[in-house]
């Protein structure tokens, strides 16, 4: 009987431990409750027992981080161009050629003179276009001073220190002419303001024109296709300059900013003159000028590509001939130490890779400037090089055109002259064979 006494609370123990460890399960579904719809987990947490007569879920409310939050990345809004709202006098005198929008139109400063701008907007920079490379100058704003001319563009972008109703430029060093001066409050810049990068110190392509225009009308798709869409960095140098012309430096460069250039170009000292013929050239422009000119070029940018003239002159200039003659021994003289010591000891020795002379009859190549380019919204790159051409207003009384297909001009049309890298195969990109390499 003893036995029988532990017998029944033995059997409640093990019940009630069985049914505590079951209660550490899964509760078990039925069949009949499978096809119920599952609670919204967000709608209904562990912690809370749902409401006897379901309401309609408030929005939550997001839950305040203790932490600071990290400031999203700025959005500039769009620049206002407020040249037409201000007030801009020179030397206490009013003068409104300066923000007429007109290059044709321009003021002669002495040194010391002052132009005085005020606004009833904050002004945040000014885009200064002068006649001449006018030296350095001080731009004047709540008390702070920052040097402009330092790089010698005429076309120059600068930002005041801080945003200002009033800001001076104060000719402290040098006389100038000024053309026009844009003013714009904080924002994302209009497309035509050029904001100049200095010349490379290294380039990847160095294209030597003769005159300004000549870079769109015979070297066609170069800029917009490498430099623009590809990104390589494209040197621009012209033989000859254009400042008894004063309308033309500024049509050079509203072409190169067109074609998607940024590193400002290097303009020679070499006056422009006409010339009928290779010797006549050499007797305006001596040959160890040039030579010594386009020598100093290579051993400063150190292309890996070089493009040049026709050796013909394209339409028979002499100094384009003259300017692609020299460079076939431009290249020879830069790699020789013997050679022009003056940029030698400044900028070392380079050997030149690859040197394309336009329309040059052996190892031909074609480009095609035909297809659309990303980065110009869709415009190919010749068409790109007639935009650029388009500004070259004062020459389109001639008869000149970017031209391709059957013309003699043919703007897809290269020879390559010099090759240390071995022949091109596919014939369709200046770049062939070239390796990219710590210089």
């Not at 160095?206 to 170069?222: K, N, P, R, V």
């Not at 460079?327 to 070392?348: C, P, Q, R």
């Amino acid at each position: 009987m003893q036995k029988k006494t532990f017998k029944f609370p033995i059997l409640i123990m093990i019940t009630v431990l069985v049914l505590i460890l079951t209660g550490c399960n899964e509760p078990i579904i039925t069949p009949s409750e499978t096809n119920k719809p599952s609670p919204s987990i967000s709608a209904i947490l562990e912690t809370e027992t749902p409401s006897e007569t379901p309401q309609q879920t408030p929005e939550q409310t997001p839950i305040q981080s203790e932490e600071p939050v990290e400031p999203t990345e700025e959005i500039k809004p769009d620049a206002e161009d407020i040249t037409k709202k201000v007030y801009i006098d020179i030397d206490g005198h009013y003068s409104e050629k300066l923000s007429d929008d007109n290059h044709y139109t321009k003021y002669t400063l002495n040194k010391g003179s002052v132009i005085n701008i005020s606004a009833s907007e904050q002004i945040h920079s000014l885009y200064i276009v002068w006649d001449r490379i006018p030296g350095e100058w001080t731009l004047i704003a709540n008390d702070e001073k920052v040097t402009g001319g330092k790089n010698g563009f005429i076309h120059e972008y600068i930002e005041l220190s801080n945003s200002s109703k009033r800001a001076s430029i104060e000719l402290t060093n040098n006389s100038a002419i000024i053309c026009d001066v844009y003013v714009f409050t904080y924002g994302n810049l209009p497309d035509w303001v050029q904001t100049w990068d200095i010349p490379y110190e290294d380039a990847d392509m160095l294209l030597l024109s003769t005159h300004a225009d000549d870079e769109h009308l015979y070297f066609g798709g170069m800029m917009p296709y490498y430099g623009g869409e590809l990104g390589y960095k494209v040197q621009v140098a012209y033989l000859v300059n254009h400042w008894n012309e004063p309308y033309r430096p500024h049509e050079l460069l509203n072409g190169l900013w067109t074609v998607g250039m940024t590193a400002y170009p290097i303009i020679g000292e070499f006056d422009d003159l006409y010339s009928p013929s290779l010797e006549h050239a050499k007797t305006i422009y001596p040959l160890e000028d040039v030579l010594d000119y386009q020598v100093e070029l290579l051993r400063r940018f150190k292309p890996e590509v070089v493009i040049g003239h026709d050796l013909k002159g394209e339409y028979g200039h002499g100094a384009h001939m003259l300017n692609a003659y020299g460079l076939t021994l431009a290249v020879e003289y830069a790699a020789d130490d013997t050679k022009y010591i003056s940029s030698y000891e400044k900028y070392g020795l380079w050997d030149t890779p690859k040197l394309y002379l336009h329309l040059f009859e052996d190892n031909k190549i074609l480009m095609n400037w035909d297809m659309p380019l990303e980065k110009f919204n869709g415009f190919t790159a010749f068409e790109m090089a007639v935009k650029g051409y388009d500004c070259h207003k004062s020459q389109h009384i001639w008869s000149f055109a970017v031209r391709q297909g059957e013309s003699q001009y043919d703007c897809r049309w290269f020879g390559l002259y010099r090759s240390l890298v071995g022949p091109d195969i596919q014939k369709n990109d200046v770049f062939e064979n070239i390796v990219f390499e710590d210089k």
